[in-house]
Nanobody, 124 residues
Framework: QVQLVESGGGLVQAGGSLRLSCSAS????????MAWFPQAPGKERELVAV???????YYADSVKGRFTISRDNAKSTVYLQMNSLEPEDTAVYYC??????????????????WGQGTQVTVSS
């Protein structure tokens, strides 16, 4: 079992930056694929960034060049650096963990563990 706790959300003006953190419990953090899923009001969660246990990354087109996902296995933490934020980035951002190996892909899931989310609000 893995517990995930997000932090770092807040209110920022358009063009600004935020860094989200997701701390995980458990001793096997390094073996998990980690991802961030924002959920805007009235919309489904969407995958925007993934980092595998080997450090490979994937980004949705909407955030390429603006967001960077990284991980520190020694601290059992994954980060999402968000730059050039836009009002459309406003959402609750959820951290998720995926056990490996299992059927599916990092982009399609499934993801097995979820955090409670942290609110990101970008004002225009």
């Amino acid at each position: 079992q893995v517990q995930l706790v997000e932090s770092g959300g807040g209110l920022v003006q358009a063009g600004g930056s935020l860094r989200l953190s997701c701390s995980a419990s458990g001793r096997t953090f390094g073996s998990y694929t980690m991802a961030w899923f924002p959920q805007a009001p009235g919309k489904e969660r969407e995958l925007v960034a993934v980092i595998t246990s080997g450090g490979h990354t994937y980004y949705a087109d909407s955030v390429k060049g603006r967001f960077t996902i990284s991980r520190d296995n020694a601290k059992s933490t994954v980060y999402l650096q968000m730059n050039s934020l836009e009002p459309e980035d406003t959402a609750v951002y959820y951290c998720a963990a995926r056990r490996t190996p299992q059927a599916g892909t990092p982009q399609a899931g499934p993801y097995n563990y979820w955090g409670q989310g942290t609110q990101v609000t970008v004002s225009s």
